[in-house]
């Protein structure tokens, strides 16, 4: 994946540059908004990270020209603005999603990983497939080696969402956002009851697990053989 | 001189100076009308007397020609008074009268005119000129005739008339100026007193209040607003003094904490696994930070009335049941029995993820809070409730936890404190700051009472009109605290149905 990071702070920069080339991506870096706008409409990419404060041109107004062009590669917000009208803003701007600092590198990753997924013609597949699990996303049926499992219409809108991920990692956070549309933080562990419920209907009583909780990022549903 | 200066471009002796100018003119303007008409009225009542004398004498020439006219001319010459006269004739001679000499700028065609003459009798260069008004007319036989009366007395009382009237008005302008100056000085003297006080404000000194006279004038009433406006501000920056204190304390604490251990971690001999180990305590105290900084951050904005930007129309009622869904594994899982009561929608004007922030801030309060501490008084339960009611929506979690002291509830809602005995809890002690403050931007409030036993949290919002065709079935759901104490539960399932009922009944 080429990723495309327009970030002012050199120090960022380099270390999400390191960091995404750790994780196995190729990432480019831009210091200011101009710079960025150029870079992104000459080369292509898969996902761009921007901060929202910029010199010369500021994330959001980098992100509307780009979409004014017709681009439509996904875009990541970050901004040290974490409130939920900022936020707003930004997804209005054209931004796919939104990260407030300080943010956490697997968090970022998650997201970044996800938007490139996003852009992926997959998308309109009408049915998620995991080893000898099947989500159905026309009935709304779920299946596990054949065996129907019952499902909550919350339980299986977070189904829906880590099998559209699947394979990659889903913050806590993410499906928050994406499952519930909260963009606050819960003090409990609500999230990870939540998926234990689920894990209890689909995972246990069969001898593999699918879905896994990757510690200290989320979870991950993902067929290991 | 500054001062002096000051005084002159001060509003009220501007004011004064102007009331006095245009006071002046019109009272200039009156008295010069007056002056005017008085002296034209006094002469031409001269005039007409004159006219009628010259008529008589005109009558005399009829009846006896002019031996006659010399005759009676002569005799009112010498007759006193204060007539003037004289003949002359054709050729220029005097013929007879009082006066010795025919004045010159008088016009023979019978118009009236003044002129200046010496008196007759006094010695010609000692004696002052004096004024009269006359009328000369030709007689028949060529000779002229002019007949006068001395008007020095009603120019000389016309003259100290305006005297008079211009040291008078000499005299307002004066007392006006003054009064003008004096009035400013003790406004001035006021507004300057203020002016210091406020300097010692700026100055750092917050107590500091202005001065009031007590009389309730115009500057008193702004004087005891301004104090009140001070009071205000006082009151703000010694709450902001104390946020500050609170965030030195609980925010320098974890920082103190998270250096300790890494400190520790440094001189670990077992090195790498107690760096790993350092390292992801530091994250997660990193993390909690954060937290309480973005509640902080958002406290802040909440309440500079800087958020609400993303006002909609949003049904408690939803809202309530989708938290109330979300947190019903985690009560569960925490051997909370938690049941929710609702009737009908209940729609507010407001931005759903605040608001969402505000109720999942209560319910995790009573999830951290509502075990019941008495004896045998059994699980605990948390109820949550929505209801509609006076314009008013209205939504309160109780729990059977211990409560809070009727005389620390005020306290909690502040920021930061935490009562004894929670500290050992997670948390920030921001959680019911936030709820408060998020209520006070949706123009709402926020209370907590007494649940005998146990503390109930209620929000009450200004609510909009239900929306129409909704049913206002009400609904009770119950979530049993685990497979034990499912005929407890069932019986609190009870409870619910008759307390929403009743409430319902109350609402009507």
Redesign the interface.
């Known amino acids: 994946m080429r990723v495309l990071v327009i970030e002012d702070d050199s120090e960022t920069a380099a270390f999400l540059q390191k960091s995404l080339k750790e994780s196995g991506h190729t990432a480019d870096t831009a210091g200011d908004g101009d710079t960025g706008l150029v870079m992104a409409r000459t080369a292509s990419y898969d996902v761009l990270i921007v901060d929202r404060m910029l010199p010369k041109r500021d994330g959001l107004s980098l992100i509307t020209a780009l979409r004014e062009a017709g681009d439509r590669t996904p875009a990541l917000i970050l901004s040290a603005l974490?409130?939920?009208?900022d936020r707003?803003k930004g997804l209005r701007a054209g931004g796919d999603d939104y990260l407030?600092k300080?943010y956490?590198y697997t968090e970022l990753l998650a997201r970044v990983e996800a938007l490139a997924r996003r852009a992926a013609p997959e998308e309109s597949e009408t049915t998620y497939i995991v080893g000898d699990l099947v989500l159905d996303r026309l009935s709304h049926k779920v299946t596990r080696a054949g065996t129907p499992v019952l499902l909550q219409p919350?339980e299986y809108r977070l189904l829906e969402y880590l099998m559209k991920y699947a394979g990659q990692v889903v913050t806590r956070t993410m499906l928050l956002e994406n499952v519930?549309d909260?963009?606050?933080?819960?003090?409990?562990?609500?999230i990870d009851?939540?998926i234990s419920?689920l894990r209890a209907k689909i995972d246990k009583s069969f001898d593999r697990a699918l879905l896994h909780t990757i510690r200290?990022a989320g979870y991950m549903i993902r067929d290991e053989t | 001189m500054t001062k002096l200066r000051s005084l002159i471009i001060s509003t009220p002796f501007r004011w004064s100076l102007i009331y006095l100018l245009s006071f002046l003119v019109i009272v200039g303007g009156v008295t010069g009308t007056l002056l005017w008409r008085t002296n034209d009225l006094l002469t031409s009542q001269v005039l007409e007397t004159i006219r009628a004398e010259v008529d008589g004498f005109r009558q005399q020439y009829r009846i006896g020609g002019p031996d006659l006219l010399e005759r009676s001319v002569t005799e009112r010459g010498l007759g006193g008074g204060n007539g003037l006269y004289f003949l002359r004739e054709p050729r220029g001679g005097r013929i007879a009268g009082n006066l010795r000499r025919m004045p010159d700028q008088l016009p023979t065609d019978g118009g009236s005119a003044l002129f200046r003459y010496h008196p007759p009798g006094a010695i010609r260069s000692a004696a002052r000129e004096r004024l009269a008004a006359g009328v000369s007319v030709r007689v028949a036989d060529g000779s002229v005739l002019l007949v006068g009366r001395d008007i020095e007395d009603q120019r000389e009382f016309l003259a100290g008339l305006r005297r008079v009237l211009l040291w008078s008005i000499g005299l307002v302008a004066f007392a006006g100026l003054a009064g003008g100056y004096l009035l400013s000085r003790k406004i001035l003297g006021r507004i300057d007193a203020v002016a210091t006080t406020s300097e010692r404000i700026m100055g750092g000194d917050l107590s500091e209040r202005i001065a009031r006279d007590g009389s309730g004038d115009e500057l008193d009433r702004l004087g005891a607003r301004l104090n009140q406006m001070l009071e205000r501000i006082e009151r703000l920056v010694s709450a902001m003094r104390e946020v500050t204190d609170n965030i030195a304390h609980d925010l320098k604490t974890p920082l103190n904490r998270l250096r300790n251990s890494v400190e520790a971690a440094l001189r670990d001999p077992r090195g790498e696994p107690a760096y790993r180990e350092a390292l992801?305590r530091t994250?997660e105290e990193?993390?909690s930070l954060?937290?309480t900084f973005?509640a902080l951050?958002?406290i802040a904005?909440l309440e500079s009335g800087a958020?609400g930007?993303?006002m909609t129309s949003v049904d408690l009622t939803r809202l309530v049941e989708?938290l109330f869904?979300?947190?019903e594994?985690?009560a569960e899982?925490a051997g909370l029995a938690i049941r929710i009561s609702r009737d009908g929608p209940a729609v507010v004007r407001g931005?759903r993820?605040?608001l969402?922030?505000a109720v999942?801030n209560l319910i995790?309060n009573a999830?951290?809070y509502g075990h019941a501490t008495r004896p045998g008084a059994g699980p605990g339960a948390i109820s949550v409730r929505v209801e509609h009611r006076g314009g008013q929506a209205l939504i309160s979690v109780g729990d059977r936890g211990p409560g809070i002291p009727a005389d620390q509830r005020g306290r909690v809602v502040e920021r930061f404190v935490r009562l004894e005995g929670s500290r050992s809890q997670?948390?920030s002690g921001l959680?019911l700051s936030l709820v408060a403050a998020i209520a006070h931007l949706h123009g709402g409030a926020f209370r907590l009472e007494d649940n005998d036993p146990g503390l109930r949290a209620v929000l009450s919002l200004p609510g909009l009109a239900a929306e129409p065709g909704e049913s206002r079935r009400p609904s009770t759901r119950a979530a049993a605290a685990g497979s034990a104490n499912s005929d407890r539960g069932s019986g609190r399932r009870n409870d619910g149905a008759t307390l929403a009922s009743h409430w319902r009944r109350t609402a009507r």
């Open positions: 974490g409130e939920v009208d707003v407030a300080p956490s919350r519930w909260y963009h606050f933080d819960p003090q409990t562990n609500v009851v939540h419920r200290g | 992801e994250i990193a993390d954060i937290k973005n951050l958002s904005r958020a930007d993303n989708d869904e979300f947190y594994p985690v899982d931005d993820q605040l969402g922030q999942a995790e999830l951290k997670p948390g959680g």
